[in-house]
């Protein structure tokens, strides 16, 4: 089985990208206020946090936009942010030839959205008659298949070729600090991400993108309930400036996992790769259909048995998960031989120490 996962940094590049961050806040904060929790309300003149705004010019220019604003309800609530500011009910919506991630699903369905799919990893210029017939694209960076292999970059430039009035957003959940650049650095209008899956706080969303949907997301979420308050936006930052080498050395880990295991260190395994499921997981292919049984057995041993924010700060143990929903619409007879494995900060050893364990007793237990 062959995957295409997304280039990561190698750990020099996510120093860099750490550095720059750091940098970018000595630009934006005094040392005195960087030590202060952040403040709350909605300060008069700016209509929100004091430390908030901040924040968001951090984050502007770190991902190289125009404008960003954080949100409540995580990834879901960024992505509803951008798509209730630029969609009506029932207009149209370009989608991948895909299953549709399930919360974002749940915001098409509820707005009244037409799906038009296309599929991106066969995107040519011979599609202008379907790209010029929407105003609005939503593109998942991170994959919704085993066999997804687009490029994003690629494909933004085309379609904005094609059609550069359209409003191009790009679900960058999974893959911020992990690709050198999101959806908004290569092209498209707005990147909408999760910071919880960042180790940020639970449920704060951000937007990065052109100044006039952003505007319109602050005049949406305006009230006092609905702002991200600056102990929270404090809180997502300071957070994030340790994601890209964190990040990095779980990619490391990745791949020492899937050599180890495809020079036959563990007997029963018929393959190991790398995929973006959604997260930058090793794939584990069995050779007997025990997977349900090797999960239920890893959890014991330790493994976290499912995903938190998927990648998470509270998520430290590896983790040990079924295949994701969306690759299982696509084929139903992963569930049984196949799992997926993200090592979070625990190092390759960990990983392979579990995993044959949770697979001799689930064959020992098998055969009895």
């Known amino acids: 089985m062959r995957t295409y996962p997304i280039a990561t940094m190698d750990l020099e590049k996510a120093k860099e990208m750490q550095f720059k961050l750091v940098d970018i806040i000595h630009q934006h904060f005094d040392g005195y206020e960087f030590f202060n929790g952040g403040d709350y309300g909605v300060v008069p003149g700016i209509g929100q946090p004091r430390y908030t705004k901040k924040v968001e010019e951090v984050l502007a220019q770190f991902f190289e936009a125009e404008d960003a604003v954080l949100v ?3 990834g879901t609530g960024a992505i509803r942010s951008v798509m209730n500011a630029e969609l009506k009910p029932n207009q149209k919506i370009l989608l991948h030839e895909a299953p549709i ?7 098409i369905e509820s707005m009244g959205l037409e799906p038009v ?3 991106f990893n066969e995107l040519s210029y011979k599609d202008r008659e379907v790209l010029s017939s929407v105003s609005f694209v939503l593109i ?3 994959r919704q298949k085993l066999d997804d292999s687009y490029d994003l970059g690629q494909v933004v430039s085309i379609i904005k070729e094609i059609n550069c009035n359209t409003t191009l957003l790009i679900d960058d959940n999974y ?3 992990k690709a050198e650049k999101i959806g908004v650095q290569l092209g498209a209008d707005a990147s909408a991400f999760s910071l919880f899956k960042l180790l940020g706080p639970e449920g704060i969303g951000c937007v990065v993108g052109k100044k006039q949907m952003i505007d319109k997301i602050r005049k949406m979420n305006y009230s006092g309930g609905s702002q991200v308050q600056g102990h929270e936006a404090m809180d997502a930052l300071r957070s994030l400036v340790y994601t890209p080498v964190s990040f990095a050395v779980q990619a490391e880990e990745g791949n020492k996992i899937i050599n180890r295991l495809n020079s036959g260190e563990i007997k029963g395994i018929q393959s190991a790769f790398i995929a973006n499921a959604q997260s930058r997981v090793v794939l584990v292919e069995l ?15 330790g493994a976290a048995p499912y995903p938190i924010g998927a990648e ?3 998520e430290v143990a590896a983790m040990f998960y079924k295949v994701s929903g969306t690759f299982l619409k696509s084929d139903p007879g992963l569930a049984d031989s196949m799992i997926r494995i ?5 190092g390759a050893d960990t990983v392979l120490r579990i995993l044959k364990a949770s697979m001799d007793q689930a064959l020992e237990e098998g055969e009895k």
């Open 287 to 301: 050779e007997e259909p025990i997977a349900k049984k090797v999960l239920e057995i890893s959890a014991k041993l």
């Open 175 to 177: 893959v911020v600090m």
């Open 101 to 107: 991630y399930p919360t974002t699903k749940v915001i």
């Open 140 to 142: 998942q960076h991170s």
């Open 72 to 74: 409540r309800g995580a």
């Open 117 to 119: 799919f296309i599929n």
């Open 342 to 346: 993200n090592p979070m900060r625990a």
């Open 312 to 314: 998470s700060r509270y």
